[in-house]
């Protein structure tokens, strides 16, 4: 009994030795992220507008290279782009418009990676929200992040939920709401190849192009 009562101390105090508070796992997923950084991003966006509704999305992020696929009332619209080029198909019409990557271009790659596409979009957490820890299992840490009164930051939602996993604290879901619209990001990976991220025309059979570069 004693043996058993000692071992169960021990283990107590062990787990309480490694309990670690909600920012503390944030800096370790943002480690993680970091030493991926190089392997590139993917990661489904689904965002929730009152009238529009669903809008589902999946980013791939690799070096300067970037797709988008959005998909919007059963109809897709697939973006590459290369830092050089835009491609950009459209499902409805079949359609593919090829652009130089103009300033247009580029406000509209930013805006994309604004919401889904940055392998460090969790750096402002650590220094812009109080983050605590909601709830855990064996799997995971949920983490409540409220918005600091210092974070003068107007674009930073009030509130996110962050999901981590606990064996690798590679991140397993991001949700918020801001202004009515709801967004919850999920399916992290940190794998992307060149195939991902790269426009071949035999991939769209069929497709009418329109090239505006010039």
Known sequence: ???????????????????????????????RISSLKDKGLSVN?????????????????LGDKRRLDVNMKGHDIITFNDGKTNWVYMSESNSLIITNDTIAAKFAQGQNSKGSMDVDMFGDIAGGYDVTIKSENLVKWELL??????ND??????KITL??????YDPISMSTKMMGITMTMSNFKFSVTEKDVTFNEADFPGVNITDQRK
């Not at 966006?45 to 009238?51: A, E, F, L, N, S």
């Not at 930051?153 to 009030?158: G, I, L, T, V």
């Not at 999901?163 to 690798?168: A, F, G, L, P, T």
């Open 153 to 158: 930051d107007d674009d930073s939602p009030k």
């Open 145 to 150: 992040c409220k918005k600091k009164k210092s």
């Open 1 to 31: 009994m004693k043996r058993i009562l000692c071992f169960a101390i021990a283990f107590l105090s062990a787990t309480i030795s490694f309990a670690q508070t909600g920012l503390e796992i944030v800096n370790r997923m943002n480690e």
């Open 163 to 168: 999901e981590v996993r606990k064996d690798s």
């Open 45 to 61: 966006v689904d965002i929730k507008v009152p009238v529009v509704g669903l809008v589902t999305t999946r980013t791939w992020v």
